[in-house]
T-cell receptor, first 116, second 114 residues
Framework: GAVVSQHPSWVICKSGTSVKIECRSLDFQATTMFWYRQFPKQSLMLMATSNEGSKATYEQGVEKDKFLINHASLTLSTLTVTSAHPEDSSFYIC????????????FGPGTRLTVT | GDSVTQMEGPVTLSEEAFLTINCTYTATGYPSLFWYVQYPGEGLQLLLKATKADDKGSNKGFEATYRKETTSFHLEKGSVQVSDSAVYFCALSDLNQAGTALIFGKGTTLSVSS
């Protein structure tokens, strides 16, 4: 099946710094990628929809200036958490929709962010 | 808007027991329905799906039938194994809309003991 990678798999950063998370579709092209956030023992909350070549669409309550999303190519989307704070610590998961066939979404393994 | 409701967990079973995890949905269109599984320390994996009413998705002994009349997509397995211990998420999406994300239920933790 299709593979989506995320990098890094985990990161620890100091409060006030910025962190970039990459999401790549390895064997298919994705004009649409999604970024989710998962709190411990809770479901995935959609943060934003990333569209190749255009601005991301953010869900209500998600600060677009804090969570910068760039989808510069058909295989890469990045999420940058700017001026991170401890409350931003979470598990961030991306998914990419395969434009071919059944248009399924494939998920990356997630990135664990800890802000100290 | 569209939403998914699944039974609260955790669900604790003995090996070889029968499993049911209830899932109901609310949708304005004609969504596809999914079950995803998240094993400890891993990412989400698609377990099974159904794209229209009365379809049955199945994989690894798990089954779920798309019931439009009851807006349900309950997950079942006849005999669970310890290796099935994981978090299970019910989800829906409109596959005909390219920009539509998956909408997830809250997840149900399954713990199977030997």
């Amino acid at each position: 099946g299709a593979v989506v990678s995320q990098h890094p798999s985990w990161v620890i950063c100091k409060s006030g710094t910025s962190v970039k998370i990459e999401c790549r579709s390895l064997d298919f092209q994705a004009t649409t990628m999604f970024w989710y956030r998962q709190f411990p023992k809770q479901s995935l909350m959609l943060m934003a929809t990333s569209n190749e070549g255009s601005k991301a669409t953010y869900e209500q309550g998600v600060e677009k200036d804090k969570f910068l999303i760039n989808h510069a190519s058909l295989t890469l989307s990045t999420l940058t958490v700017t001026s991170a704070h401890p409350e931003d610590s979470s598990f961030y998961i991306c998914s990419a929709r395969d434009q071919r066939g059944a248009r399924e979404q494939y998920f990356g393994p997630g990135t664990r962010l800890t802000v100290t | 808007g569209d939403s998914v409701t699944q039974m609260e967990g955790p669900v604790t079973l003995s090996e070889e027991a029968f499993l049911t995890i209830n899932c109901t949905y609310t949708a304005t269109g004609y969504p596809s329905l999914f079950w995803y599984v998240q094993y400890p320390g891993e990412g989400l994996q698609l377990l099974l799906k159904a794209t229209k009413a009365d379809d049955k998705g199945s994989n690894k002994g798990f089954e779920a039938t798309y019931r439009k009349e009851t807006t349900s997509f309950h997950l079942e397995k006849g005999s669970v194994q310890v290796s099935d211990s994981a978090v299970y998420f019910c989800a829906l999406s409109d596959l005909n809309q390219a920009g539509t994300a998956l909408i997830f239920g809250k997840g149900t933790t399954l713990s199977v003991s030997s």
